[in-house]
């Protein structure tokens, strides 16, 4: 009989309980104790779900207060140097602290975990990092797991992952640790006392995640792996070492040459990768199969995964394991906790599993496995027949199949995904409808969502407030941000962006295709959750969606309005994606939709039009071979979107971050007459690129950053600018914050802008 487990749960809880535990002990309306309880109550109750839906072991270690890469500095006693902590008193504050810095000192760095959008902290490394011992909070987990009678599994972050997930900084002396692999005997050290001490408790397997090997990795971390569990390997529980997040076998030999007790591979993102371990699989190992899709929401096909996991079965019995493909950390809690929607309806809901329900799922295969499918009992039978019959309705369903998206999809030429003129022609054309000066100002798009704002939102949409009277409601803010724009002296302006709630949930609000779950979350970070939409059906734009804020946002100036709008790699990126075709169509589907809004929007007398793709470069694939695939359809996706305009209309995109010089290429190739990107942070430096690139078309590299409540100087708005203008041609450079306004207060928006303004005309004055 196969086993089966999960490498993780989600921990915020299904009612998001966790984050509002924490943000009320944050405001210290709470005692410690009783975020305690809650984590505890949470944690019991996910491990229970593991039971109750046949699991063979309940996972422990995947709770974390914040993060789970802090936790396991917090367990391994790795604290950065500069807060002073001692690594084994470190109390609960102390861990936020880390967390969320103080007053005094700045919080730990966060970035992606993978292709998530979940975000870690990152470990900092120095010379002086030790790794000495930390809190017993997994100890005492297991423990409360034990005391439950649960068989328990216990999952770490391996030691290779951590310290390549760590950045080198600076000693205080300014000695700097060469490389992070110098740290590794010591982090061998520590994971060796800790797996002695689970050993010690009783604990049996030990799942130790190695995501890492999914990544191109240079052959000093490869090398890093036969030695080092050698060492870990002696005196401890049997270790399952996890890989996921995409095939891992270009490393075949190596995993199989690692004295190991069992394997787990990612048979979703990494589908094709069993073959190569399977021919000469060695003899006891467990193959842990990463079946059920831990990244997306869609119910399983269990009638195939049960053709892929028979074989496994016949060849390995009970060593073969089955598993969701990566934690359940990444998809939404619970679906039972859905009250059908407008959008959500029975029907859309026939066809999900959240964590819960993939919980099931697996125990629903293993049962499954192995046995007759005549000798079933009746209720797996029942289940089975259930998901059958829910994945043929949603292959037929009408509510997935447009055939005049599809019709459109098939008669997309060549051309569409061309602007009518080179950029050199347009942009003269540009010139002379707008006659602009040198160094054009403009904002990002949002401006201040003041709590009113809010409220007169929320109030619509729960059917307090009529149309009309959150029409003028909205209208009176467009006019406030118009009338404060041009007093200001900006050139180029922008509505403001009230209506909106979220940039990707207002459009995809509006677009057939598009469900919105009510308790969806997702951890992003901390006690941030997201609820991303769900795409799934061809996406389809029944009617216009922002035309009318912006035509009467137009109305009120002379000066040139910026249409505002999404792009298609940011809609889907940010939510879940259909699985049933390539996530290429369904951007496609979604540039269409865009499309014709953006020649709606110049018909309607706007001839400025933004397309937002804050989320291009996250939609980079782990391995850089697949990056040119990747990068051409979202490349055509934008294309699609922008280009069915005339050469006097201005297409500009925006994206909040700097990184581009190994993307450089592509950028230029979306063809955007004017990027706005971050730079102020980095000083102008990640500019150098576009400028050694020689990129083409117009480029506001922000001067001011939003993220800070700090007001920018003339001055020092100046200097940055200055140094624009060494990689950047005068007539190509425009002038602009980092990003959107809205989590600013109004005094600092005005009092920044006006100093952005102020720079600008210096420099004009000297030219
Ligand atoms: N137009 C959006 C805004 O100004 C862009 C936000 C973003 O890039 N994340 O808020
Ligand atoms: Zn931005």
Same mark, same amino acid.
């Given at each position: 009989?196969?086993?089966?487990?999960?490498?993780?749960?989600?921990?915020?809880?299904?009612?998001?309980?966790?984050?509002?535990?924490?943000?009320?002990?944050?405001?210290?309306?709470?005692?410690?104790?009783?975020?305690?309880?809650?984590?505890?109550?949470?944690?019991?109750?996910?491990?229970?779900?593991?039971?109750?839906?046949?699991?063979?072991?309940?996972?422990?270690?995947?709770?974390?207060?914040?993060?789970?890469?802090?936790?396991?500095?917090?367990?391994?006693?790795?604290?950065?140097?500069?807060?002073?902590?001692?690594?084994?008193?470190?109390?609960?504050?102390?861990?936020?602290?880390?967390?969320?810095?103080?007053?005094?000192?700045?919080?730990?760095?966060?970035?992606?975990?993978?292709?998530?959008?979940?975000?870690?902290?990152?470990?900092?490394?120095?010379?002086?990092?030790?790794?000495?011992?930390? +809190?017993?909070?997994?100890?005492?987990?297991?423990?409360?797991?034990?005391?439950?009678?649960?068989?328990?599994?216990?999952?770490?972050?391996?030691?290779?992952?951590?310290?390549?997930?760590?950045?080198?900084?600076?000693?205080?002396?300014?000695?700097?640790?060469?490389?992070?692999?110098?740290?590794?005997?010591?982090?061998?050290?520590?994971?060796?006392?800790?797996?002695?001490?689970?050993?010690?408790?009783?604990?049996?397997?030990?799942?130790?995640?190695?995501?890492?090997?999914?990544?191109?990795?240079?052959?000093?971390?490869?090398?890093?792996?036969?030695?080092?569990?050698?060492?870990?390997?002696?005196?401890?529980?049997?270790?399952?070492?996890?890989?996921?997040?995409?095939?891992?076998n270009d490393h075949a030999d190596l995993l199989h040459s690692l004295p190991i007790d069992g394997i787990h591979l990612d048979l979703i993102r990494g589908q094709n990768q069993l073959a190569a371990f399977t021919q000469n699989w060695p003899t006891g190992r467990v193959l842990s199969a990463g079946i059920i899709d831990g990244r997306n929401i869609w119910r399983a096909d269990l009638d195939n995964c049960l053709e892929q996991l028979q074989p496994l079965h016949h060849q390995?019995?009970?060593?073969?394991?089955?598993?969701?493909?990566?934690?359940?950390?990444?998809?939404?809690?619970?679906?039972?906790?859905?009250?059908?929607?407008?959008?959500?309806?029975?029907?859309?809901?026939?066809?999900?599993?959240?964590?819960?329900?993939?919980?099931?799922?697996?125990?629903?295969?293993?049962?499954?496995?192995?046995?007759?499918?005549?000798?079933?009992?009746?209720?797996?039978?029942?289940?089975?027949?259930?998901?059958?019959?829910?994945?043929?309705?949603?292959?037929?369903?009408?509510?997935?199949?447009?055939?005049?998206?599809?019709?459109?999809?098939?008669?997309?030429?060549?051309?569409?995904?061309?602007?009518?003129?080179?950029?050199?022609?347009?942009?003269?054309?540009?010139?002379?409808?707008?006659?602009?000066?040198?160094?054009?100002?403009?904002?990002?798009?949002?401006?201040?969502?003041t709590k009113q704002i809010r409220q007169s939102r929320a109030a619509f949409k729960r059917g307090e407030i009529d149309n009309l009277t959150y029409l003028n409601q909205m209208r009176d803010e467009i006019r406030h941000v118009v009338e404060q724009q041009e007093k200001l002296g900006l050139d180029v302006l922008v509505h403001g962006e009230a209506e909106r709630n979220d940039m990707v949930e207002y459009f995809g609000e509006q677009l057939w295709g598009y469900a919105f779950?009510?308790?969806?979350?997702?951890?992003?970070?901390?006690?941030?959750?997201?609820?991303?939409?769900?795409?799934?059906?061809? +996406?389809?734009?029944?009617?216009?969606?922002?035309?009318?804020?912006?035509?009467?946002?137009?109305?009120?100036?002379?000066?040139?309005?910026?249409?505002?709008?999404?792009?298609?790699?940011?809609?889907?990126?940010?939510?879940?994606?259909?699985?049933?075709?390539?996530?290429?169509?369904?951007?496609?589907?979604?540039?269409?939709?865009?499309?014709?809004?953006?020649?709606?929007?110049?018909?309607?007398?706007?001839?400025?039009?933004?397309?937002?793709?804050?989320?291009?470069?996250?939609?980079?694939?782990?391995?850089?071979?697949?990056?040119?695939?990747?990068?051409?359809?979202?490349?055509?996706?934008?294309?699609?979107?922008?280009?069915?305009?005339?050469?006097?209309?201005?297409?500009?995109?925006?994206?909040?971050?700097?990184?581009?010089?190994?993307?450089?290429?592509?950028?230029?190739?979306?063809?955007?007459?004017?990027?706005?990107?971050?730079?102020?942070?980095?000083?102008?430096?990640?500019?150098?690129?576009?400028?050694?690139?020689?990129?083409?078309?117009?480029?506001?590299?922000?001067?001011?950053?939003?993220?800070?409540?700090?007001?920018?100087? +003339?001055?020092?708005?100046?200097?940055?600018?200055?140094?624009?203008?060494?990689?950047?041609?005068?007539?190509?450079?425009?002038?602009?914050?980092?990003?959107?306004?809205?989590?600013?207060?109004?005094?600092?928006?005005?009092?920044?802008?006006?100093?952005?303004?102020?720079?600008?005309?210096?420099?004009?004055?000297?030219?």
């Open positions: 009989m196969a086993l089966a487990h999960t490498l993780g749960f989600p921990r915020i809880g299904a009612k998001r309980e966790l984050k509002i535990a924490l943000e009320s002990f944050w405001r210290g309306d709470s005692e410690q104790h009783q975020l305690q309880t809650t984590g505890s109550l949470l944690r019991q109750r996910h491990w229970q779900q593991q039971i109750d839906a046949g699991l063979d072991f309940v996972t422990v270690g995947d709770f974390a207060w914040y993060d789970q890469v802090l936790n396991t500095l917090a367990l391994l006693g790795a604290i950065p140097e500069r807060f002073k902590f001692k690594p084994s008193e470190l109390t609960l504050s102390d861990y936020f602290t880390l967390a969320r810095g103080s007053d005094k000192l700045h919080a730990m760095e966060m970035t992606k975990w993978f292709d998530t959008n979940y975000h870690y902290l990152v470990p900092e490394w120095t010379s002086n990092t030790t790794f000495e011992g930390g +809190v017993n909070w997994l100890y005492e987990e297991l423990t409360e797991a034990q005391k439950l009678k649960h068989p328990t599994k216990v999952v770490l972050i391996g030691p290779l992952t951590l310290l390549y997930l760590g950045k080198i900084k600076a000693n205080a002396d300014q000695t700097k640790l060469k490389h992070a692999l110098d740290l590794l005997p010591r982090v061998l050290a520590a994971y060796q006392n800790v797996l002695k001490r689970l050993q010690q408790l009783g604990v049996h397997w030990v799942q130790i995640d190695e995501p890492i090997l999914s990544l191109d990795l240079a052959s000093e971390w490869l090398n890093a792996f036969l030695p080092s569990y050698n060492l870990l390997s002696q005196n401890a529980p049997k270790l399952l070492l996890a890989t996921y997040f995409g095939a891992v390995l019995g009970a060593q073969l394991w089955i598993a969701p493909s990566c934690s359940l950390l990444h998809v939404p809690v619970d679906l039972n906790n859905e009250s059908t929607s407008i959008t959500l309806d029975a029907e859309v809901k026939s066809w999900l599993a959240f964590a819960t329900q993939k919980l099931n799922e697996l125990a629903l295969l293993k049962s499954a496995l192995g046995t007759d499918r005549d000798a079933l009992n009746s209720d797996v039978r029942q289940q089975f027949s259930d998901a059958r019959i829910a994945l043929d309705k949603r292959k037929k369903s009408a509510r997935i199949h447009n055939n005049i998206v599809q019709n459109r999809l098939k008669e997309l030429r060549t051309s569409d995904a061309h602007r009518q003129s080179a950029f050199a022609e347009r942009i003269a054309a540009q010139a002379e409808k707008w006659q602009l000066p040198l160094f054009p100002t403009t904002t990002i798009g949002s401006f201040p969502q779950t009510e308790f969806g979350w997702v951890q992003s970070y901390g006690s941030r959750c997201v609820k991303p939409p769900i795409i799934y059906g061809d +996406v389809y734009r029944p009617e216009a969606m922002t035309v009318s804020w912006s035509q009467y946002a137009q109305s009120l100036t002379s000066k040139p309005m910026k249409g505002m709008l999404t792009g298609p790699v940011t809609m889907l990126q940010w939510s879940f994606v259909r699985n049933d075709q390539p996530r290429s169509t369904t951007a496609l589907q979604i540039a269409l939709a865009l499309r014709d809004e953006v020649q709606e929007l110049e018909q309607a007398g706007i001839g400025m039009i933004q397309i937002d793709e804050p989320a291009f470069r996250e939609g980079l694939p782990l391995k850089q071979k697949e990056w040119a695939a990747y990068l051409n359809w979202a490349v055509h996706a934008f294309r699609i979107s922008s280009c069915g305009v005339t050469d006097q209309t201005q297409i500009h995109t925006h994206m909040c971050y700097s990184e581009f010089n190994d993307i450089l290429p592509w950028i230029a190739a979306m063809d955007a007459d004017v990027i706005t990107i971050e730079t102020s942070r980095s000083d102008m430096e990640l500019l150098e690129g576009f400028g050694e690139f020689n990129y083409p078309n117009d480029i506001g590299p922000g001067v001011y950053d939003i993220h800070s409540p700090r007001i920018p100087t +003339v001055l020092e708005m100046e200097k940055l600018l200055r140094k624009a203008r060494e990689v950047i041609p005068d007539a190509r450079l425009w002038v602009n914050p980092d990003c959107g306004l809205k989590t600013r207060n109004w005094p600092e928006t005005i009092e920044a802008l006006k100093n952005m303004v102020t720079a600008a005309q210096l420099l004009r004055a000297e030219v």
